[in-house]
């Protein structure tokens, strides 16, 4: 429809350019259920051995991850504490 044909307070009140609130997102599955699985489960004896095997190896290298790093913090806390915690951070 042209503007021409559009009533003057229509174009005035801003009634063309009004967005329309819509539903919020939707969080993401696992953040709903984080203990739900975000694969199906496997079919065959072969995608179940497959899906197996993933998991553990998902769980071997969060295990040395955590082993490596005990508090969790990310490299650049871990930077932060180390140069709070030096004598280069002492006032003199």
Known sequence: MPLGFLPAAAVA???LF???PGPP???????VNPSLSL????QT???QQIQ???RTQLRSA????Q???????????????RLLNSDAAAPR
Not at 39 to 42: D, G, K, L, N
């Open 13 to 15: 009140g801003g009634l």
């Open 18 to 20: 009004t967005p329309v």
């Open 25 to 31: 997102p939707m969080p993401a599955y696992g953040a």
């Open 39 to 42: 694969s199906p489960p496997a």
């Open 45 to 47: 004896p072969i995608g």
């Open 52 to 54: 197996q095997n993933y």
């Open 62 to 65: 969060q295990r040395e991850l």
């Open 67 to 81: 082993q490596a790093n005990p508090s969790g913090l990310s490299p650049q806390q871990l930077e932060i504490n």
